[in-house]
């Protein structure tokens, strides 16, 4: 485990009850950059969402926990914010929490790399199984470079119709059609 790996294990051991003490949960810690330039991204979560009354209150809540904390030595900007809509998937707990969502997985293969994207239908603890074209498609974590949620804009076509381009939402005919 190299120094950084290290150092968010034990900030997200610090955390995670200071986090749940207030009513959230610690979704991830990222530690970035190098020396005076390093950032510590904490994100929390919870049902219904975390609103700025929430973020501030754990700022508050962490940052004394921050200066004691032995692994965390040296400067460092803090940002604590909220997953948003397009979640990063980095541990099983995030894919577990996202399926049935659409999402974009980055594969590493022996042709280089890939990007799958589709519903993830179910994980476990080293893979997770995602629906892309019809076909299930299983992936192993370890083949993963990226992985995230995806959001779709606007209502979802029914199910058996797809959206065709151009296409009018109202009770008009499309372009080009005849009575």
């Not at 610090?14 to 749940?20: D, R, S, T, W």
């Amino acid at each position: 485990m190299g120094t950084t790996e290290a150092s968010v294990t034990a900030v997200r051991r610090a955390l995670a009850p200071v986090v749940a003490a207030l009513g959230l949960d610690l979704y991830d810690v990222e530690l970035q950059g190098a020396g005076a330039a390093r950032t510590l991204r904490v994100t929390v979560d919870r049902a219904g969402g975390v609103d700025l009354d929430a973020i501030a209150e754990v700022t508050r809540a962490v940052s004394p926990v921050l200066d004691d904390e032995p692994s965390l030595a040296g400067a460092y900007l803090l940002e604590v914010s909220s997953p948003g809509v397009e979640r990063v998937l980095r541990t099983p707990a995030h894919y577990a929490g996202a399926h049935g969502t659409t999402v974009s997985i980055k594969v590493r293969t022996e042709a280089g790399t890939r990007r799958v994207h589709g519903v993830l239908l179910d994980s476990d603890e080293t893979t997770c199984r995602v629906e892309v074209g019809g076909e299930h498609e299983e992936i192993s974590f370890g083949d993963v470079t990226q992985a995230r949620t995806v959001f779709e804009w606007g209502p979802q076509p029914r199910p058996g119709q797809r959206r065709r381009a151009g296409a009018s939402s109202g009770t008009g005919k499309s372009k080009g059609a005849t009575a």
